[in-house]
């Protein structure tokens, strides 16, 4: 593929690292084509990256070549309702990076357009790595937790202990939440624990909904679905509180294609909430990122491994038998 350039309001930066998340991963299963984000093939994927400008467009002001930043994973135009109204995420022309024709950051360069709409500039002590983690799971489970409106001292429990509930967990813990963590693997439950979960239930062996009723007196003030299959949906919405927040962060898979049953008449009668979370908005970047350089949120402990360009496919594979633990970023390209 040849190496990118950058028009007058785009940057060019060289990767210096990449995470390797579980969206590029349905991407690679081609899913999601029932939402607009199939693979236009050759597809460059990868969307959580940080790197360092190289090449700057005449017209971007605020950077300079040799600045070390990132991105949001979702790119918006800067221009529409939702840019002007600081909701980037849900901008009406929003663009992933690796999907759609996009080019994405499993590469040594890689485009930024629309930059000063776009683009991050790190602060001291938050390096590429670290960026790379923050670019898609860790904002993710950021934004989530603020979407549940969580308050110190309520439960909030999530489904799924991957790297976006492990995310999710980290700030719940920091805002003063208490965090249930659900699984079907011990190991992954263990990291929840190190990461701050207060109780854990595993969701093979265990009735998910009875247990979190038991251990909440009553149910989780939040539930945070992380995962994106029915069961894990299911086991959120079922064990909420009255009144309740379930706030919808995992994409679905092949097998439910976008459509899943939710219980909506104990929706209505226990006037639970059903929020819908995408991402992190980036004007709402600063405070996750002064969080992780105070030393408030640390992904650095949610890295599994650094690995090269040329493992990602058996990184994919581990994906695809849930045996991934955390983040797995690609330094060596």
């Not at 009406?92 to 999907?99: A, I, M, P």
């Given at each position: ?167 999710a967990i980290q700030t719940a813990v920091a805002v ?158």
């Amino acid at each position: 593929m040849p190496d990118p350039t950058a028009g007058p309001d785009d940057v060019v930066l060289k990767v210096e690292a990449a995470g390797i998340c579980r969206s590029d991963w349905h991407g690679w299963q081609g899913d999601w084509k029932w939402i607009g984000l199939g693979l236009e093939l050759p597809a460059i994927l990868g969307h959580e990256f940080g790197g360092e400008i190289v090449e700057l467009g005449k017209n971007v002001k605020g950077f300079n070549v040799g600045d070390k930043v990132t991105a949001p994973f979702h790119h918006g135009c800067g221009a529409c309702e939702f840019c002007v109204a600081g909701r980037p995420n849900l901008c009406l022309y929003v663009s992933v990076y690796g999907f759609a024709g996009t080019d994405g950051a499993y590469a040594q360069y890689l485009l930024v357009t629309n930059a000063r709409s776009n683009l991050i500039k790190l602060p001291e002590g938050v390096g590429a790595t670290s960026a790379a983690a923050l670019g898609c799971r860790f904002m993710t489970g950021y934004h989530a937790i603020a979407r549940g409106r969580t308050e110190p001292g309520e439960w909030v429990a999530v489904q799924g202990a991957g790297g976006v509930g492990l995310s999710a967990i980290q700030t719940a813990v920091a805002v003063g939440a208490q965090v249930i963590a659900v699984d079907i693997a011990d190991d992954k439950l263990e990291m929840a624990r190190k990461t701050g979960a207060t109780a854990v239930v595993n969701s093979k062996t265990q009735d998910v909904s009875e247990a979190i009723k038991e251990i909440t007196g009553g149910g989780a003030h939040v539930g945070i679905d992380a995962l994106g299959i029915q069961a894990t949906i299911s086991n959120s919405i079922g064990s909420l509180r009255k009144g309740g927040r379930h706030v919808q962060v995992g994409l679905t898979g092949a097998d439910e294609q976008g459509i899943a049953q939710v219980p909506i008449d104990a929706v209505t009668a226990s006037e639970i909430e059903i929020i819908g979370s995408f991402g992190n908005p980036q004007p709402k970047y600063p405070g996750l990122l002064a969080l992780v350089a105070q030393g408030r949120l640390d992904p650095q402990p949610l890295i599994e491994r650094e690995v090269g360009l040329g493992d990602v496919n058996e990184v994919f594979t581990n994906m695809s038998e849930f045996k991934t633990k955390g983040f797995n970023i690609i330094t060596s390209f």
